[in-house]
């Protein structure tokens, strides 16, 4: 599997999730069986890439390679400056954002609202593929199916986009219009992957192996992404990896294990966004961790009196320690698609 020129390990892929895949979380995707992991969207808007929040998404210190970065805006001459300042700050890769639903995005700046002005949508791979084709760097660009039901026209778009020069689609099965609602579907996805010649990545409910290796075999995909049902559960993407190379599913996690996992995810979120910041932000990961665990709920709510990182770390281990006396693997699994962002994208 390859963007342009770049290798990368396997097809499974962690999906951009604003306000979730940080570099910390990118990482540890990465580290249990993503190939390819790309950021939370980065703002066209100038104005704002001195705040905080833009900078802590475009500081890749550490980061495995390849580091894809997803900007997201309605200008392409302010997308492509976007793609050149985050390829100064790391950036291997670039990824337009098409697949954003959310009103804030879609009102002032961005995402799906691309879909319904084709002739935008284009403007803006063009104006970003040359900005970054002096740096080498790959464009990919991340859609859904079209703005409504009746607009579904992913498959147009796509080609379009191969024709600008982008070098990967992927295709969220949903339509802008359904939001998270319903289920997604992969028809057009597949027709999408008939349509180009370039690498085609199937998104959307993909949550257990058995739903990853059908919908890589119903769509012909050259590689599958990963949002929600990565969240508290990274795991699954080596669940995946060892499903399609085998057959056969792997045992849940040893209990020490995903303690580890989630300490050493901790260490690294209190290292991005500092103590009081990131003991607070850290509850959602250690929250979707815990979640269907039994006692998750209460340990859930305890986490939210807790304001150190000390502290927390500290309730976590014990948990987790107390858990191991009792069961050597984790004991059932979290309900699927925690969190589903429907009021964030
Ligand atoms: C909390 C949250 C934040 C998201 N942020 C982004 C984003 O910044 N950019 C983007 O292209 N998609 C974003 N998405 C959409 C996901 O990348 C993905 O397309 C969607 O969740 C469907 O995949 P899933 O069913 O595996 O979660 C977000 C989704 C969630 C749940």
């Known amino acids: 599997m390859r963007i342009g020129h770049i290798q990368l390990a396997n097809r499974l892929f962690a999906a951009p999730m604003a306000g979730v895949t940080d570099r910390p979380f990118r990482q540890l995707c990465k580290r249990l069986g993503a190939g390819y992991a790309v950021s939370e969207m980065v703002t066209s808007r100038k104005d704002l890439w001195a705040s905080l929040k833009t900078s802590r998404r475009a500081d890749h210190a550490g980061e495995a390679a390849p580091i894809s970065v997803q900007i997201a805006g309605t200008d392409a001459a302010m997308m492509a400056e976007a793609a050149v300042y985050n390829i100064e700050r790391g950036a291997q890769i670039i990824d337009i954002n098409m ?52 607009e579904r026209n992913a498959v147009r778009i796509a080609a379009g986009a191969e024709s600008a020069g982008v070098a990967m689609i992927t295709v969220h099965g ?112 250690i929250g979707w961790t815990v979640q269907g665990l039994p006692g998750g709920a209460a340990f859930r709510a305890r986490m939210n009196t807790i304001e150190t990182c000390a502290q927390q770390v500290a309730a976590v281990a014990d948990w987790f320690d107390e858990m191991a006396e009792r069961d050597e693997r984790l004991p059932g699994t979290p309900a699927a698609m925690p969190g589903d962002g429907a009021t964030l994208q």
């Open 99 to 150: 697949g954003c639903p959310a009103k804030k995005v879609c009102s002032q700046w961005a995402g799906s609202a691309l879909m319904r002005d084709e002739s935008l949508a284009l403007e803006i791979a063009d104006a970003v593929v040359s900005a970054c084709a002096p740096h080498n760097v790959p464009v990919t660009l991340k859609m859904r199916t079209g703005w409504s039901a009746s």
């Open 174 to 285: 949903r339509t802008r219009e359904q939001g998270y609602k319903g289920s997604a579907e992969y028809d057009t996805v597949a027709a999408v992957k008939a349509a180009v010649r370039i690498p085609v990545v199937a998104n959307g409910d993909i949550d257990t192996p058995a739903k990853a290796r059908e919908v890589l075999e119903s769509t012909g995909a050259d590689a599958i992404m990963i949002g929600r049902a990565a969240q508290g559960r990274p795991w699954i993407f080596r669940e995946i990896a060892h499903f399609l190379a085998t057959g056969e599913t792997l045992p849940p996690p040893r209990v020490a294990e995903a303690k580890g996992w989630l300490l050493d995810h901790l260490d690294d979120h209190y290292g991005l966004y500092g103590e009081a910041t990131g003991v607070r932000s850290a509850r959602k990961h």
